[in-house]
């Protein structure tokens, strides 16, 4: 059975590869890719497709909003797939009961057990629709989860301060001594020019949210930098760049194809 799909994602990259394994998995038909959460809403809008890969975490709208907007305009639900690079998503994915989700980098086999999923719930022709009440309990527990992530991202005091981990010891750095912050497999560095240790935070959202926006960027999906602490801009291969910050070890920071325009607001480059 062959279902029509959409692929949302803020990351060129991100899309080009589920669109490849797609592609190899077969019976899919990818009807058009979007970018952004506002532009997901009009897609599924316009092309109602069976499916669609939705990025989570995207500017504007994230994956969970671009769902509460469909329902706000009564549009039909298609089936949802998110796709995260962050295992914790995967519990809310379920309690709005998304078909499944994909972490990225994507795998081929784990695509195809999606599709195969998805293919088992679309109703066949003369085949009976899903219950009624089951939808009805789907929309309330995404309205629910909406409702409570949309406290949790209410402005926080912003002491100037980050609690770091660093040898059994718990330190208040100040913010402005911070050089940068990264995510690796779920546990969140966050070095100074004197300290490096891990943060309490579980996202590079979370810390996010208590540093100062101002003098902090999210230069790559995994690389939170303090702007007075670029020592250097690099020019790098096809055009995209890295950034190599003024801590001890002179690390190097790619910045992504997404965020190139900013570096060049940035530094008039």
């Known amino acids: 059975m062959s279902l029509t799909a959409l692929i949302i994602d803020d990351e060129p990259l991100a899309r080009q590869e589920l669109q490849y394994l797609l592609e190899r998995v077969g019976g899919v038909e990818v009807l058009a890719q979007g970018t952004n959460g506002i532009e997901a809403v009009e897609l599924i809008r316009t092309h109602k497709p069976d499916v669609v890969f939705l990025d989570v975490q995207m500017p504007g709208l994230d994956g969970f909003a671009v769902l509460k907007k469909l329902l706000d305009r009564k549009v039909p639900m298609p089936q949802v797939v998110f796709a995260t690079a962050f295992n914790q998503y995967a519990v809310r994915a379920f309690e709005v009961n998304a078909i499944d989700y994909l972490l990225k980098p994507f795998d081929r086999k784990r695509v195809m057990q999606t599709i195969e999923k998805a293919q088992a719930r679309v109703v066949g022709p003369g085949e009976p629709a ?20 949309s406290h949790a991202q209410a402005p926080k005091p912003n002491t100037g301060k980050v609690v770091v981990r660093a040898q059994s010891r718990l330190l208040l750095v100040d913010q402005k001594e911070i050089c940068f912050a990264s995510i690796e497999g779920g546990t969140i560095s966050v070095v100074t020019s004197t300290v490096e240790g891990h943060s309490n935070c579980r996202t590079l959202e979370e810390l996010m949210d208590q540093l100062d926006p101002e003098a902090f960027w999210r230069a790559h999906r995994s690389f939170v930098v303090n702007i007075q602490h670029i020592r250097e801009v690099v020019p790098w291969f096809k055009s995209s760049y890295q950034l190599r910050m003024d801590d001890p070890k002179k690390t190097e920071i790619p910045v992504s194809r997404a965020q190139t325009k900013r570096l060049r607001e940035l530094f008039n480059l």
């Open 130 to 149: 899903s219950p009624s009440l089951e939808t009805g309990a789907k929309l309330d527990a995404l309205l629910k989860l909406v409702e409570e992530q």
